[in-house]
């Protein structure tokens, strides 16, 4: 699929480009107007290939297609009776 783009004086169209390992339900179609592919959860972008904040690794070798959360330690800070 293909979607307008907009030049100065020239109406063209460019692929979608969807990243396949981002996309909902392999559908690999975007929005006519912008370009936009259907992403899956937790995934952004335009192509679908960028994991949303606070999440990792959609295209890494461990496990594709997948964003996973990132855990961030809890710190505390313990402070002396006074």
Known sequence: ???D???VLVRACAACDCEL???ADNDTSCNRVDG???CKQDVTGRR???CTDGYFGL????DPGTCKRQFRPLLFV????V
């Not at 295209?59 to 461990?62: M, P, R, S, V």
């Not at 313990?78 to 009776?81: E, L």
Request: charged residues 10%.
């Open 59 to 62: 295209l890494t070798a461990d």
């Open 5 to 7: 783009t907009q030049a």
């Open 36 to 38: 936009q592919c259907n």
């Open 78 to 81: 313990i402070t002396p009776a």
């Open 1 to 3: 699929m293909h979607f």
């Open 21 to 23: 390992l981002g996309v």
């Open 48 to 50: 679908c290939d960028i």
